[in-house]
C-alpha cells in the first residue's frame, strides 16, 4: 500500500499527466502529454526525431494501461497498485528510465544537461518552472550533468522508492 509521501508524489506527476482533468489517464492524456513534448523541441511526429519521441511517450502509455488492466482509464489509485509492485521489478523501471533518458537527451550526447532537464520538467508539468535548485540536487557528482546511471537511480527512486531524503524523490521538482 502507498504510503503518505508515495502518493504525494505521485499524484503530482499524475494531475500534470491529466490533461482533461477528469482524474483518469487516457490515450488522449499522453496524446496531450506528447504533444507538449513535440512542441517544446519545435518538431512534429513527421521527422525521426519526433516520431521517436512520440513513440517513447506513447510506449509509456502502453505499459501503464497493460499494467493497470483497466481498458484505457487508469485512476491515480490505479497507478499506485502499480507503483506498490515496482520495486519487485527493477528492470522494468530501469527501461522507462532508459526511454526516458532517450526522450530527454536531445542533442544524444549521452548526457541530460540542466537545460534539457528543465525542458523535461516544462513537458510534463505544462508550465514554466524553476528546476536550477532541483538539478543540483540530482547531479550527484557535481558535472553539471544527468548521465544514464545517475538518471535511472533517480528515476527507480522516484517510481519506486518511499525515501523523502532520496535525490531521485526530487525528479519531477519537490515534493
Known amino acids: 500500500m502507498a504510503t503518505d509521501f508515495q502518493r504525494r508524489k505521485i499524484s503530482g506527476i499524475?494531475?500534470?499527466?491529466?490533461?482533461?482533468r477528469d482524474g483518469l489517464l487516457t490515450e488522449s492524456d499522453f496524446r496531450a502529454l506528447t504533444s507538449r513534448w513535440l512542441a517544446l523541441r519545435g518538431t512534429d511526429t513527421s521527422t525521426p526525431e519526433g516520431e521517436r519521441l512520440a513513440a517513447i511517450m506513447m510506449g509509456w502509455?502502453?505499459?501503464?494501461d497493460d499494467?493497470?488492466?483497466?481498458?484505457?482509464r487508469v485512476s491515480l489509485d490505479e497507478v499506485l497498485r502499480v507503483v506498490d509492485e515496482l520495486p519487485k521489478m527493477p528492470g522494468a523501471v530501469t527501461g522507462t528510465a532508459d526511454a526516458m533518458f532517450e526522450a530527454v537527451d536531445e542533442n544524444g550526447d549521452g548526457a541530460i544537461s540542466a537545460a534539457e532537464y528543465h525542458q523535461m520538467i516544462e513537458a510534463w508539468s505544462g508550465t514554466g518552472t524553476s528546476t536550477d535548485e532541483v538539478f543540483a540536487h540530482l547531479d550527484l557528482?557535481?558535472?553539471?550533468?544527468?548521465s544514464r546511471e545517475e538518471f535511472a537511480r533517480h528515476w527507480f527512486e522516484f517510481w519506486a522508492g518511499d525515501d523523502p531524503a532520496a535525490p531521485g524523490s526530487w525528479v519531477f521538482g519537490r515534493v
Open 67 to 72: 499494467a493497470a488492466g483497466n481498458g484505457g
Open 141 to 146: 557528482d557535481g558535472d553539471g550533468s544527468l
Open 61 to 64: 502509455w502502453g505499459t501503464l
Open 14 to 20: 499524475f494531475g500534470a499527466m491529466d490533461a482533461d
